[in-house]
């Protein structure tokens, strides 16, 4: 299953502009993980936020969709959007050798 932007809800949206640099990412990050899977976020910002994607594509490959609403050059809208796992995803995420598997020595 693919989530599109269409179908996710938005649940709250950060105008980071308004927040200390040191403390915007990890603001971004709990907000996201405190949204249900479908639901989605609001990044305000006065800059391209390309770190922040970085991140995101280092710490929840597959677990986000990311897409511009507003792409400067005065304000950049990102809309984050918390994926819906697929069966593939929780067989993967549920696999282990170690789940009574014959490789446990």
Same mark, same amino acid.
């Given at each position: 299953?693919?989530?599109?932007?269409?179908?996710?809800?938005?649940?709250t949206?950060?105008?980071?502009?308004?927040? *200390? +640099?040191?403390?915007?990412?990890?603001? &971004?990050? #709990? $907000?996201?993980? /405190? !949204?249900?899977?479908?639901?989605?976020?609001?990044?305000?910002n006065?800059?391209? +936020? $390309?770190?922040?994607?970085?991140q995101?594509? $280092?710490? !929840? +490959?597959g677990?986000y969709?990311?897409a511009?609403?507003? #792409?400067?050059?005065?304000?950049?809208?990102?809309? &984050?959007?918390?994926? %819906? /796992?697929? #069966? *593939?995803? %929780?067989? &993967?995420?549920?696999?282990?050798?170690?789940?009574g598997? /014959?490789c446990?020595?």
């Open positions: 299953m693919t989530m599109t932007i269409s179908t996710a809800i938005l649940a949206t950060i105008d980071v502009r308004e927040i *200390a +640099p040191h403390d915007r990412h990890t603001l &971004i990050f #709990n $907000q996201f993980d /405190a !949204l249900e899977p479908g639901q989605a976020l609001q990044v305000v006065d800059h391209d +936020p $390309q770190g922040l994607h970085r995101f594509e $280092q710490y !929840l +490959p677990k969709d990311w511009y609403l507003e #792409n400067g050059p005065e304000l950049w809208r990102v809309q &984050i959007s918390k994926l %819906v /796992a697929t #069966n *593939a995803q %929780v067989k &993967i995420a549920g696999s282990s050798c170690c789940s598997g /014959a446990c020595g």
